[in-house]
């Protein structure tokens, strides 16, 4: 009991077991001439509080200023100071902040993106299913704009299904420049390797045992595996696919990532392409 408004809230609810306000006053150290007190943020709070454990319900792996984004596309608009206060107040969740790998994040990462289709990167996830079915998902990301191509679910997922997706998503985003990926007998295989040099796409092989040099990747497994794999029960893996299809799409189109400014990877691309699109040059003679 250390916020005034707690100790205010005790004092009534020592009245209701029958003790006076005098004495309860007395015994937490409230005056009372601040019993009466009702704060001015409450009122402009009101409206602000029930959308928000809404959203801390819906996602709840996601922080304070993940939410605020959400809540401002709702028309609330909140600065970060006043929207963690009504997160503490309201006693929801924080997430506990992940500790980092001093030694990996102060080293360079070989080439890093400078565009989209620059870099990919691919890598597994491993979950199970409550019938005993194992589920190997591959994932393909755009390390520049953190778009995630595909999520391919599978029960083995081996080199001539790895060409094949990467084949479906060339035709689809056009081929990149560097495909990166750790050493895996998925990755290495001799037909990918073919494969790859036909569509005059290079590898970006990260050394062993240095997986933050597929930090693009990691990070988006890990958030793959906390806001979605560990809160998910599926039943089958038929299940599991359509799940994580759909998940996919929140990713892309729904969830801001911080690092992309708060924008979602979807956003974020459509506004480089804008950025970077050819102008026309008007001629003077043209106007005249």
């Known amino acids: 009991m250390v916020g005034a408004r707690v100790r205010r809230q005790q004092v009534a609810y020592a009245e209701g077991r029958g003790l006076s306000r005098r004495r309860a006053c007395a015994l937490l150290s409230v005056a009372r001439s601040t019993i009466g007190y009702v704060s001015r943020l409450i009122g402009p709070d009101a409206d602000v509080v029930p959308p928000m454990r809404t959203l ?29 206060r009504l997160w503490r107040q309201e006693g929801l969740q924080v997430p506990k902040k992940r500790p980092r790998r001093r030694v990996a994040t102060s080293r360079p990462r070989p080439l890093p993106p400078t565009a989209i289709n620059h870099v990919w990167a691919y890598d597994f996830v491993f979950d199970t ?18 778009e995630c191509l595909a ?43 073919r494969w790859l040099q036909t569509a005059a796409i290079e590898t970006a092989f990260i050394d062993p045992g240095k ?11 890990g958030k793959f595996r906390d806001q979605h794999l560990s809160l998910q029960w599926f039943r089958n893996r038929v299940e599991a696919k359509v799940s994580i299809e759909a998940w996919r799409r929140h990713y892309n189109d729904v969830r801001p990532h911080s ?8 956003a ?13 040059v008007v001629r003077t003679d043209d106007i005249l």
């Open 259 to 266: 690092s992309l400014g708060y924008l979602t990877p979807a």
């Open 56 to 84: 801390a319900a819906q996602y709840p792996r996601y922080g304070y200023r993940t939410i605020r984004i959400f809540l401002e596309r709702q028309g609330h608009v909140l600065g970060t100071d006043r929207m963690y």
């Open 211 to 221: 997986p933050w040099q597929n930090g693009a990747d990691e990070s988006f497994n």
């Open 129 to 146: 299913c409550a019938n005993g079915q194992t589920l190997k998902c591959l994932t393909i990301i755009d390390e520049f704009t953190r």
């Open 151 to 193: 999520i391919d679910v599978a029960g083995g997922i081996r080199s001539a299904r790895v060409i094949e997706v990467l084949t479906q998503l060339v035709s689809v985003h056009g081929a990149p420049r560097y495909l990166r990926s750790d050493n895996g007998p998925e990755f290495v295989a001799r037909a990918i390797l």
């Open 268 to 280: 974020f691309k459509a506004k480089h392409l804008l950025n970077n699109a050819p102008r026309s």
